[in-house]
C-alpha cells in the first residue's frame, strides 16, 4: 500500500513506519524533522501541518491508499490536515487516546461505546486539556473526511524508543539499586500495551479498509505494579529492594500520582477505572498482545545504549533527595 504517516519518526509513530516497511509499504512521512530521525526506507516530507503552504506541498500530485495521523493534537489543526487530504485516500486512521473518553479513568469498563468529552472540530489549543482535545480531533477527522475512518484510543503504551519517559524512568532508577520507593500496592493489576502491537493492529485494520473505532488498551491483568518492577530488577540485573509506601502517605504528602510515581494510580474514586478499560472489541478483530516480559526487556535493550545522563523522562520521576525523606520517615 502507499502509506502516508504524519509523525513518524518518535515512538509510536516509528513503529508504525517500522511495521508499514517491513510489510512493504511505499511510506510518506510528514514531519518537521525536530523531534526524531526519519527511518530509512521512506520518502521524508519536511513541513509544518500548521502551515498551508507545507500541506499544500505535501499534497501537490500526490495520493495514497490511507493515511495515518500519529501526531494530531488540536482539533482546528487536524481539521485543515483532513481537508488537505480529503480525496487523496481511501482511509484516516487516526491515533487518538484512551484520554479522549470522559468515562476514563473513573468508570470501570469504559470501551468505545463510552461517551467522549465535548470539544467542537474546530477548537483550538487552548479551548480543553489533553483528553478533550483529542475528542475534538476525532470529530473533525469523522467530520471531514469522506472514505474509511479508523479512530485508534490507545490505554497505557509502553515499549522501546518510548519518548513520554514512564517506563525508561523506572528501568533507569531500578538499575541503579538500593531501596527504592514503590508506590501503593505490589498486587495492583494492570494493563499496558507494547507500541509495536498498537502498530501491528493499525496497520491490519488499514490494510482492510476498516472504519471503525477501537480501544487497544492491551490485556487486563497483563502485569501487576509489583511484577512490572520485578521485571525491571530482573532485566537490569539490580539489587533494588522495594519499599511498598501506601497510597495515603504518599497522597498527604503531596506526591504527584502518574508523574513522579511513573504508573502510579491511587486507590482512589478518579481512578477507579485506570487498568480496567475494555479492548475486547479490538482483541475481537486480532489484536496481539506481547507478554510484558518483551516489552521490558526490549525496552531496556534499547536504552542501555544511552548514557544515563542523556535520557530523557519529561515530566517523569521523583527526585532523589525527596525519596530518600519519604523512605526515612516511612520506615
Request: charged content about 25%; glycine content about 12%; hydrophobic content about 40%.
Amino acid at each position: 500500500m502507499r502509506t502516508l504517516i504524519i509523525g513518524g519518526s518518535v515512538f509510536l509513530g516509528r513503529a508504525v513506519v517500522e511495521e508499514a516497511l517491513r510489510r512493504g509499504h511505499e511510506v510518506t512521512t510528514f514531519n518537521r524533522g525536530r523531534s526524531g530521525v526519519d527511518l530509512p526506507g521512506v520518502e521524508a516530507v519536511r513541513g509544518d501541518r500548521e502551515a498551508p503552504e507545507d500541506l499544500e506541498r505535501l499534497t501537490g500530485g500526490r495520493t495514497w491508499d490511507a493515511v495515518i495521523d500519529i501526531c494530531g493534537y488540536v482539533p482546528k489543526v487536524v481539521g485543515r490536515s483532513v481537508r488537505a487530504l480529503n480525496g487523496r485516500a481511501a482511509t484516516y486512521a487516526f491515533v487518538s487516546s484512551i484520554s479522549a473518553c470522559s468515562a476514563w479513568p473513573e468508570t470501570p469498563g469504559a470501551d468505545e461505546s463510552s461517551p467522549r468529552f465535548a470539544c467542537a472540530p474546530d477548537a483550538g489549543a487552548d479551548d480543553g486539556d489533553y483528553g478533550t482535545l483529542k475528542a475534538g480531533c476525532e470529530r473533525a477527522v469523522e467530520q471531514g473526511f469522506d472514505g474509511n475512518v479508523l479512530i485508534i484510543e490507545p490505554g497505557l503504551i509502553l515499549g522501546p524508543h518510548e519518548n513520554v519517559g514512564r517506563l525508561p524512568w523506572w528501568l533507569t532508577r531500578v538499575a541503579r539499586g538500593g531501596r527504592v520507593l514503590a508506590p501503593g500496592r505490589p498486587e495492583t493489576a494492570m494493563q499496558v500495551i507494547d507500541a509495536r502491537d498498537i502498530a501491528a493492529f493499525t496497520l491490519d485494520r488499514v490494510e482492510a479498509g476498516v472504519g471503525e473505532r477501537y480501544f487497544t488498551s492491551g490485556v487486563r491483568g497483563n502485569v501487576t505494579y509489583g511484577g512490572l518492577l520485578d521485571l525491571c530488577r530482573e532485566v537490569t540485573g539490580s539489587d533494588a529492594e522495594f519499599v511498598w509506601v501506601k497510597d495515603r502517605f504518599l497522597l498527604d504528602r503531596e506526591v504527584r500520582s502518574w508523574t513522579e510515581l511513573p504508573l502510579w494510580a491511587p486507590g482512589r474514586p478518579e481512578f477507579a477505572g485506570t487498568w480496567l478499560p475494555s479492548s475486547a472489541k479490538a482483541h475481537t478483530a486480532g489484536l496481539h498482545c506481547r507478554p510484558v516480559a518483551e516489552t521490558v526487556g526490549d525496552t531496556w535493550a534499547w536504552l542501555r545504549g544511552i548514557p544515563e545522563a542523556e535520557r530523557s523522562f519529561g515530566a517523569h520521576g521523583i527526585d532523589p533527595d525527596k525519596e530518600a525523606r519519604l523512605l526515612a520517615e516511612y520506615t
